[in-house]
């Protein structure tokens, strides 16, 4: 069954610096997704992406934050400068369609920003 | 903003018992409730959903019920087994206008053999 895969599992960085973290999505998918889960928080949307632009952002998703899809097969979310509190548990999905449509879940990256 | 309670955050039963969970939600316009179901080291996995124009779904040993007037659904586990055991989130979603998912805070179920 296709599943969702996220690399790395864990990524560790000094404060300030900038990550990317990297999805590919199920093939056949067209619509990606970023959430996130806070240590001991619920999990909380980002960013829906299709078509090359952003569909839909969240207030969490400010200027630091930026996605692309820079080939046919990954998704990324970079974070320019990292905080502290961006510490956390960076999940993405992708659905076959748009709003009426599951979303499916990659395995997540552990960001510790120290 | 919308917003999705969930209870109970812990919950421990007997194998071959029944699991209930609980989650309220406080858009109206909500729609759309998926079940995922997360396990050590993985990310959410759909285990069931249910949309506004039904009041229950089944799968197995799986059901949904959703309640509109008093906004709330429930996820109904029977003859729990061990491998049940995992971390259960609750969402909402407004499908027709809106990609976002307004997960509830997670109910962790263990299955006692």
Known sequence: EPEVTQTPSHQVTQMGQEVILRCVPISNHLYFYWYRQILGQ??????????????????????????????????????????????AMYFCASGRSGLVSTQYFGPGTRLTVL | GENVEQHPSTLSVQEGDSAVIKCTYSDSASNYFPWYKQELGKGPQLIIDIRSNVGEKKDQRIAVTLNKTAKHFSLHITETQPEDSAVYFCAANKEDSSYKLIFGSGTRLLVRP
């Not at chain 1, 952002?57 to 200027?63: G, L, M, Q, V, Y």
Request: avoid cysteine; charged fraction near 35%; proline fraction near 2%.
């Open chain 1, 42 to 87: 619920k999990v909380e949307f980002l960013v829906s992406f299709y078509n090359n632009e952003i569909s839909e952002k969240s207030e969490i998703f400010d200027d630091q934050f930026s996605v692309e899809r820079p080939d046919g097969s990954n998704f990324t979310l970079k974070i320019r400068s990292t905080k502290l509190e961006d510490s």
